[in-house]
C-alpha cells in the first residue's frame, strides 16, 4: 500500500515532470529506431528520492501514454515496474551517489529489465520487435543464432546499454538540483546524506 510519506507536495509536483521527461526522450529515441529507450530516466529520479511507490506510478502513467502512439507497447509496461523496483532497491544500498555506484547500478537494472523484456519479446513476438532491439535480434538471426539467444542477446545488450545511460543521466541531474529541493523530497535527506559521506571520502566520481 502507497505511504502517503512518499507523496508529500514536492512527490506530486515531481511526478508530471518526470512522465513529461519520460515521454520527450523515448519519442526522440524512437523516432531514430536507437537500440535504446531512455524511457525511464523520470522513473529512476523519483525512486532514489522519492521510493519504488511514485516511481511506480510514474512508470504505468508513462506506459499508459505512450499506448496512444504505440500500442504494442502494453505489454512491456510491466518493465517499468521492474526498474522503480530495482532502482528504489539499489538506492537503498547507495546507488546512484556517485559515478561508478550509478554504472553499476544501469548494469543490474539492465540486466533485470533486459531478461524481463526478452521473455517478454519472445513470447508475444516470437523474438522479433520494431525497435532497435528487434533490428539487431533479426540480423543475429539471420547469422543462425537460434530465436531465443537472438532475442536475449539483443534485448539485454540494448537495456544495459538503456540502463546505464539512464543511471548516469540521473546521477547528473541529481547533482545539478539544489540542496535545498532535493532534501524536500521523500528520500531525498538519505539520498544527500550518502553523498555527502561519498564526498568526504572523495569517492564522488
Given amino acids: 500500500m502507497m505511504s502517503t510519506k512518499n507523496m508529500n507536495k514536492m512527490t506530486v509536483y515531481l511526478i ?3 512522465i513529461a521527461l519520460n515521454i520527450v526522450v523515448s519519442q526522440i529515441v524512437f523516432a531514430l529506431k536507437l537500440p535504446i529507450w531512455l524511457d525511464s530516466i523520470g522513473v529512476v529520479l523519483t525512486a532514489v528520492i522519492a521510493g519504488f511507490w511514485p516511481a511506480t506510478v510514474v512508470g504505468l502513467l508513462t506506459g499508459a501514454a505512450s499506448l496512444i502512439t504505440n500500442p504494442s507497447n502494453i505489454f512491456y509496461i510491466p518493465l517499468f515496474i521492474v526498474t522503480a523496483g530495482v532502482a528504489a532497491l539499489l538506492t537503498r544500498k547507495n546507488g546512484y551517489s556517485s559515478f561508478l555506484r550509478s554504472l553499476l547500478s ?3 537494472n539492465g540486466l533485470a529489465t533486459g531478461i524481463t523484456g526478452s521473455l517478454i519479446t519472445i513470447m508475444v513476438y516470437g523474438g522479433l520487435s520494431s525497435t532497435g532491439t528487434g533490428i539487431i535480434a533479426g540480423v543475429l538471426r ?3 543464432a537460434p530465436n531465443w539467444s537472438a532475442a536475449m542477446a539483443a534485448g539485454v545488450s540494448g537495456d544495459i546499454t538503456d540502463k546505464i545511460l539512464t543511471a548516469l543521466i540521473v546521477f547528473y541531474i541529481l547533482i545539478a538540483l539544489p540542496q535545498r529541493t532535493l532534501a524536500k523530497f521523500p528520500r531525498g535527506e ?6 555527502e559521506k561519498k564526498q568526504l571520502k572523495g569517492d564522488l566520481k
Fill in 142 to 144: 539471420q547469422l543462425g
Fill in 190 to 195: 538519505a539520498y544527500l546524506l550518502t553523498r
Fill in 16 to 18: 508530471p515532470v518526470a
Fill in 106 to 108: 544501469g548494469i543490474i
